[in-house]
């Protein structure tokens, strides 16, 4: 099930837990890859929930909820590492560094939805083009089954057997990533 940003913005706690539970680990290793340093990916990734929290109200309807995660975790992981280098602590940051981090996130985004693509396209012909034409093309149940002369119903039983198609492989993508 998707959280959408108005569970969050009011205050909804199980939606809080799922959305740590779908993001911690990815948090924790776009982190990591950047700093080398479990410590501080720990600290950025807990700071990073810390902050989605108590600026909830803020977050934009407008951007997915990982997108904003991934900016909240990417700020965050800038502010630590600036702070222990001018603790003395010898880590280097430079400009390549910082804008890595940016092109991380859009990385992770692009091929998210490259992943999605690749299973529409495991669908039937029927089925992706019934899919494409519901999501893509928002076209209602009727008109799908006048242009392509099936039932509504067919209609129906085809976007549902789509849409659980792509939960089922997109949970079986979760966890193997969670487990990288």
Known sequence: MEISVQQIQS???????????????????????????????????????????????????????????????RSITIDLLRKERTAGSHIEVNADETMALSVETDIIHKDELNHVEALIEE??????????????????????????????????????????HLKNKMVILLIILTKL
Do not use: C
């Open 123 to 164: 669908l039937s012909p029927v089925r992706k083009k019934v899919f494409r034409l519901s999501r893509f093309e928002e076209l209602s149940h009727k008109e799908i089954a006048e242009q392509l002369s099936i039932s509504p119903k067919t209609v129906e039983n085809h976007i549902g057997r789509a849409i659980m």
């Open 11 to 73: 205050g909804n706690i199980k939606s809080f837990e799922q959305v740590y539970h779908q993001y911690h680990a990815r948090l924790y290793y776009f982190v990591l890859k950047h700093t080398r340093s479990t410590y501080l990916s720990e600290e950025a990734v807990q700071l990073t929930f810390i902050k989605m929290w108590e600026n909830r109200h803020r977050l934009s309807t407008q951007f997915d909820l990982s997108v904003q995660l991934f900016r909240i975790a």
